[in-house]
């Protein structure tokens, strides 16, 4: 529907071969394109912000219709199911990091979106919802609070005991503007995407092609 989701190796002439995702936005519905161009955009200009941050995809190449980005190893949090906390702590690091860079994730509350990788440390993926911009403002510093809310509530799930007095507090009162949006754009948003369009992105789940296969010319 908004395109698909592959691994491939990247080759350019001189330099090593690089192993890649490719969002492939090409065989979007018609009627999906310009939403899913308009997502791809947003994601490009976040890689482009954050670039060789260690813990996100590396924007490699861009083609028509297309982005290719490092692939990251790792299963995805709902299959890794991180029990140390010493993982939380890395992941709270990683995205102060992206919050430092003026990078806002806007979609960690999926699991798929944080990665466990081999050697135990987090990645984040899927940068479509992302927004880039000055780190100051109470608008931003609401969207930032509440990605570290979505890391806590995945902290709770599986590290609860690990849980400060204060990650507690900042758990039990989300901002109101938070509230606000749960209430008005949340339940139309689910039912587009979930129920009239049965959409869900695999970012984080695996390829939705063979493994290895190559990416659009």
Not at 26 to 42: D, K
Not at 80 to 100: I, K, Q, T, V
Not at 143 to 170: G, I, N, S, W
Not at 184 to 200: A, E, F, H, Q
């Amino acid at each position: 529907m908004f395109g698909c989701i592959s691994r491939g190796v990247f080759l350019a002439p001189d330099n090593p071969p690089i192993a890649v995702t490719c969002r492939d936005w090409s065989t979007a519905r018609w009627w999906a394109a310009p939403l899913a161009s308009y997502l791809a955009r947003r994601e490009l200009r976040a890689l482009r912000r954050l670039g060789a941050l260690p813990g996100v995809p590396r924007l490699v190449a861009t083609r028509p219709r297309a982005l290719l980005r490092t692939y990251l190893s790792g299963s995805p949090m709902q299959v890794g199911a991180p029990r140390d906390p010493g993982y939380f702590r890395r992941a709270r690091r990683l995205l102060m990091a992206l919050h430092r860079r003026g990078v806002v994730h806007n979609d960690l509350a999926k699991e798929p979106n944080w990665l466990v990788r081999p050697d135990g440390s987090p990645a984040v993926v899927d940068f479509q919802l992302a927004s880039v911009g000055p780190r100051r403002g109470a608008w931003r510093r609401m969207l930032a609070r509440e990605d570290l809310r979505h890391l806590l509530k995945h902290k709770r799930t599986y590290c609860p005991d690990a849980l400060t007095d204060v990650e507690r507090r900042l758990l039990a009162h989300p901002s109101e503007a938070a509230r606000a949006l749960r209430r008005t754009i949340k339940p139309p948003y689910n039912l587009v995407t979930r129920r009239l369009l049965r959409w869900s992105d695999n970012e984080g789940r695996g390829p939705e092609r063979e493994p290895g296969a190559a990416p659009p010319p």
